[in-house]
T-cell receptor, first 113, second 110 residues
Framework: KQEVTQIPAALSVPEGENLVLNCSFT??????LQWFRQDPGKGLTSLLL?????REQTSGRLNASLDKSSGRSTLYIAASQPGDSATYLC????????????FGQGTILTVHP | KAGVTQTPRYLIKTRGQQVTLSCSPI?????VSWYQQTPGQGLQFLFE???????NKGNFPGRFSGRQFSNSRSEMNVSTLELGDSALYLC?????????FGSGTRLTVV
């Protein structure tokens, strides 16, 4: 059974800090890994998608990497801002569960001014 | 380009009733999947449809069912509602790589 773990569960930082969110998965047969952001009571906003053939993806202040051999992905946020405060979720697609995403429990990020 | 549209946004139902939620995917997306999100369990996969066929199903009781129409729009139905069915229900559509989610339907069972 695929398991996805996110560390830390919560993070509180002052504005301007660079931070790293971690995601690990147990199934090496990955198709892609997707990072999402969720604001309270809202749906999921896709941040970055890394396909199995890729090592990393970048969008603005965000960079996500994928290491299939160790079963890990990291999301790097540069120069954090209060508007980055949200829950960040990583989701695994692959293995034998076609059409299904397996989510981690998320990291709750608070960036204070 | 329109995103994934879920209706209604909010629902309040009584125990024992049934409910139908709707999801319209991004135009051209043939895969639609459904998820239940609760504070205790996080995001749990319900089922996925592709070209009107259910390809995958999560570990939910038979009270949870779904279908997909020829225009790729999907509905999910929950019968005999229980208090524990209160959750945010999210649907997502995909063209093959990556998923786009709707804003969800917040279901409250009283």
């Amino acid at each position: 059974k695929q398991e996805v773990t996110q560390i830390p569960a919560a993070l509180s930082v002052p504005e301007g800090e660079n931070l790293v969110l971690n995601c690990s998965f147990t199934d090496s047969a990955i198709y892609n890994l997707q990072w999402f952001r969720q604001d309270p009571g809202k749906g999921l906003t896709s941040l970055l998608l890394i396909q199995s053939s890729q090592r990393e993806q970048t969008s603005g202040r965000l960079n996500a990497s994928l290491d299939k051999s160790s079963g890990r992905s990291t999301l790097y946020i540069a120069a954090s801002q209060p508007g980055d405060s949200a829950t960040y979720l990583c989701a695994f697609a692959g293995g034998t569960s076609y059409g299904k995403l397996t989510f981690g429990q998320g990291t709750i990020l608070t960036v204070h001014p | 380009k329109a995103g994934v549209t879920q209706t209604p946004r909010y629902l309040i139902k009584t125990r024992g009733q049934q409910v139908t939620l709707s999801c319209s995917p991004i135009s051209g997306h043939r895969s639609v999947s459904w998820y239940q999100q609760t504070p205790g369990q996080g995001l749990q996969f319900l089922f996925e449809y592709f070209s009107e066929t259910q390809r995958n199903k999560g570990n939910f009781p038979g009270r949870f069912s779904g279908r997909q129409f020829s225009n790729s729009r999907s509905e999910m139905n929950v019968s005999t509602l229980e208090l524990g069915d209160s959750a945010l229900y999210l649907c997502a559509s995909s063209l093959g790589h990556g998923y786009t989610f709707g804003s969800g339907t917040r279901l409250t069972v009283v």
